[in-house]
């Protein structure tokens, strides 16, 4: 009983089985737990080892005889808990070695609107949780639909994916869903003169750098390269601090 959901927990078939002996039993010999378990008792001392690593089982003395006994399952899931959260502590840095080292430079083309809607699928996966964005919101809202462009900015603020976006300080939309600041649809927005603006949207995010071109051209692309992704990455930096806070309207 209840061996198959172990094993489906990461546990092998022994282990499984010396734990719910040492469930069962309470605190006990090797010999005893052996018996119990069905296993040879030299195969128990090494299981019973690996399980005490991992938390399931810990030792006490009766006299001289060493025993063991399984962890409260409730421990087991709080301390699980636990391990999650400091891998989640550390997740950034480990996202970063992943894709430092598997990036390798490739370029992928989508054309018309249903292609280059492909991209914010990409983009909902930012393991970086931050997209920087140069976005003339007109011809965006063009090029890939006021619809979908709300249901994007929803997905993403619910993903908590965090947008700094460069918009024309002129000639532009400007409202809280578009073009304006808002913290509730973690969007920070800094203006400069609209005449820089050409795509409808440029966005650099994890290594990858993607851009959707004006409804005239109807095509978009996505370029993963650490180094461009890098370079496009300071060059919005240095805009984003030239930019005014406030848009002229």
């Known amino acids: 009983m209840y061996e198959k959901e172990l094993k489906a927990a990461g546990l092998d078939e022994k282990q499984a089985k010396i734990y719910l002996a040492c469930l069962e039993m309470g605190p006990q010999s090797v010999p005893a737990i052996a018996r119990q378990a069905g296993v040879k008792r030299t195969t128990a001392y090494g299981i019973l080892d690996e399980l005490i690593s991992l938390g399931f089982i810990q030792t006490s ?9 399984a962890q409260d399952p409730e421990y087991l899931i709080s301390e699980l808990e636990e391990r999650k959260q400091k891998i989640q502590a550390i997740m950034p840095g480990l996202s970063e070695l992943f894709i430092t080292n598997r990036v390798r430079p490739k370029i992928q083309f989508f054309e018309r609107r249903e292609g280059v809607r492909k991209i914010y699928d990409d983009i909902l996966e930012c ?21 979908f462009i709300k249901e994007y900015v929803r997905k993403r603020a619910a993903r908590n994916i965090t947008a700094y976006d460069i918009h024309p300080k002129s000639g532009d939309i400007y409202t809280p869903e578009r073009g304006r600041q808002n913290l509730a649809l973690k969007r920070h927005v800094r203006y400069l003169p609209p005449g820089i603006f050409h795509a409808a949207m440029i966005m650099v995010y994890d290594h990858k750098v993607a851009m959707v071109a004006t409804k005239k051209e109807n095509f978009g692309f996505i370029i993963e390269s650490k180094e461009f992704a890098n370079a496009l990455g300071s060059y919005f930096d240095l805009m984003w601090g030239l930019g005014s806070k406030t848009p002229e309207v």
Do not use: C, N
């Not at 003395?61 to 006994?69: D, V």
């Not at 393991?127 to 619809?147: L, P």
């Open 61 to 69: 003395y009766r006299k001289k005889t060493k025993l063991f006994t």
């Open 127 to 147: 393991r970086s949780k931050e997209v920087k964005q140069i976005v003339r919101a007109q011809d965006h809202t063009a090029a890939v639909g006021e619809t």
